[in-house]
């Protein structure tokens, strides 16, 4: 299957689960695809149907770059605990940090959109995605926080907490470590340092993963480290 068509079979699944949860629009639908995990396997997003371990089209284990979290899975979509919401012009956002001259995305979005004064492709990581993408990180520098918001769309009264794998010599920090939804409080924000200090150069893979003793809510990040 290539790229294009896991794309289209993605965005379906996506429509359809956005239908059943009366979400805003199918973005949050594909948010809650990519944050699903299974509690007896909290590993078997990266395993196929088979339960062997992903590939890549040169036959080694595939990393976060080729796969992202893993294979979707819609029944457990349906009940995902926690979502990643965004919106369209988050997306529009994207291009401008990315590089796009304004002219072009006004162009291609049919907006009036205004990019920032200093869009940098560091500020990509800032988008409010299931995943956490870090272009560079220097050793000798302080932390690099990224802040990321999740809504509840699970039990109205829900604590998760957070667990992180991470390799070695990256240190990785939740802050805060707790979400405690209620019916006031639907949405909560949190932040994510990197510190590379200790870390060999090179792209770093790790997870950070949501628990409420139903949900598994999981977050892949890839970490430059320069």
Known sequence: MDFQTQKRNKAGESERIA???HYSHALSGFSAMLTESEASALSATTYNNMMKPVTNTSNYFANPHEIGVGEINPLRALDPGLVFETNANDYI???CYYGYSQKDIRSMS???ITCPIKSSADLISNINYPSISIKTLKKGEKAKVITRTVTNVGHVNSTYNAKVHSPEGLVVNVTPNELVFSKGVP???YEVSFYGKEAHGGYKFGTI????????VHTVFAVNVE
């Open 19 to 21: 239908l059943i949860h």
């Open 93 to 95: 956002r994207f291009l």
């Open 110 to 112: 049919k907006t009036n």
């Open 187 to 189: 949405k909560i924000s």
């Open 209 to 216: 993963t949501w628990l409420d003793g139903r949900h598994y």
